[in-house]
């Protein structure tokens, strides 16, 4: 584990509300105990990766949904119990359950996503995260000549754990798309692999949009986490 100094707070938005709820402070992650593998220094090193994923627009993002709180409370305490297990050095987040964010266009399923992924920065657990937007999968995957999408491919499927932004969204489903979320879907499945996914789909309609083999899988692998509301976009612009 990388030695990471101190961080400036200022460069580092709305760090003390992720930190008040493991009960820290701001002075417990910048202490140096002089520990490698302490948990303040993986979590000075987590939010400093994390920093470099999430999109500005969310850099300050706090997850509001408590569902979010207990999924993460959740996949710590396995990644505790595993390293005692273990005897490892760092916990870190290998296996675990699954979490989809369902609702309309502008709810903040993204910002609740982005603010876990923040949250989990900051318990000193190793978690290495990969996000992509389900359009951008698609994009990336196309059989491209000097691409070999099956490496790219395993890059998602094979993911620590995995944010899939709007699963979903966009254009028509094609045999390609869906044969994308298959695959993607029953590796993690298979592998319990902990993935976010968000979808503005509605949870009626999750067979007909994904298919019922995509969709029976992500009823068993994940908490089901529906927000309504209105589009916070338009509330901006009002
Ligand atoms: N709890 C919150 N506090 C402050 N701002 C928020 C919160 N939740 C969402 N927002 C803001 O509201 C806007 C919409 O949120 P977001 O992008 O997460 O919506 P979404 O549900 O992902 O929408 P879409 O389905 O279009 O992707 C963004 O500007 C986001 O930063
Ligand atoms: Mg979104």
Redesign the pocket.
């Known amino acids: 584990m990388q030695w990471t100094p101190p961080l400036d707070p200022q460069q580092y938005p709305k760090l003390e509300p992720l930190l008040a709820r493991q009960g820290r402070t701001l002075d417990w992650l910048n202490t140096d105990d002089g520990d490698p593998y302490g948990a303040r220094n993986v979590a000075r090193w987590s939010i400093h990766q994390v920093t470099k994923l999430v999109p500005f627009?969310?850099r300050a993002a706090v997850a509001?949904r408590p569902e979010l709180n207990t999924w993460i409370r959740g996949l710590v305490t396995d990644a505790q119990a595993e390293q005692k297990r273990r005897g490892a050095p760092v916990a870190s987040i290998n296996r675990g359950p699954s979490l989809l964010l369902l609702?309309p266009?502008?709810?903040?399923?993204?910002?609740?996503a982005y603010g876990a992924i923040r949250e989990l920065a900051v318990t000193g657990i190793v978690a290495r995260w990969t996000v992509v937007a389900a359009a951008d999968l698609y994009a990336q995957l196309r059989p491209r000549h000097g691409v070999d999408s099956e490496t790219e491919f395993q890059k998602y499927s094979k993911a620590g754990i995995l944010l899939v932004d709007?699963l979903g969204a966009g254009g028509k489903v094609s045999e390609f798309t869906e044969d994308i979320n298959f695959r993607l879907v029953n590796y993690r499945y298979d592998h319990e692999l902990p993935t976010l996914i968000?979808s503005?789909v509605l949870p009626k309609e999750l067979s007909a949009r994904l298919g019922d083999r995509v969709a029976s899988r992500l009823t068993e692998m994940c908490q089901r986490v529906v927000i309504t509301g209105q589009d916070?976009?338009r509330g901006?612009a009002a």
Do not use: A, C, P
């Open positions: 627009h969310y509001q609702g266009t502008g709810v903040g399923k993204t910002y609740e709007d968000t503005n916070r976009r901006v």
